[in-house]
């Protein structure tokens, strides 16, 4: 595997898991029992933290990467073991 394919699946990884972390931890201002700013949004995020949740990300990602990468050398899950219809798609001898 080229090293461009590891920082492409990366990247992808690591857009993936910011955006499923994204509604974790994050509490809205009525629930952090902060007051709100005149016409905010109720769902706003009173304690978003972007430094943290990039750093997270970053390890998550590479982690999925690492484990990525490790299963191309190594194979331990290939196409065939994923086909889950083999014995319905099979014709009979």
């Given at each position: 595997?080229?090293?461009?394919?590891?920082?492409?699946?990366?990247?992808?990884?690591?857009?993936?898991?910011?955006?499923?972390?994204?509604?974790?931890?994050?509490?809205?201002?009525?629930?952090?029992?902060?007051?709100?700013?005149?016409?905010q949004a109720d769902?706003?995020?009173?304690?978003?933290?972007?430094?943290?949740?990039?750093?997270?990300?970053?390890?998550?990602?590479?982690?999925?990467?690492?484990?990525?990468?490790?299963?191309?050398?190594?194979?331990?899950?290939?196409?065939?073991?994923?086909?889950?219809?083999?014995?319905?798609?099979?014709?009979?001898?």
């Amino acid at each position: 595997m080229q090293i461009t394919s590891i920082i492409a699946i990366y990247a992808l990884f690591w857009v993936m898991t910011a955006f499923v972390m994204l509604p974790f931890g994050v509490k809205t201002h009525d629930e952090a029992g902060i007051p709100k700013i005149p016409g905010q949004a109720d769902s706003a995020p009173a304690n978003f933290r972007p430094g943290r949740h990039v750093i997270v990300a970053t390890a998550i990602a590479a982690v999925l990467t690492a484990l990525f990468v490790l299963n191309y050398v190594y194979g331990w899950i290939g196409a065939d073991f994923l086909n889950l219809f083999e014995d319905l798609l099979s014709t009979p001898s």
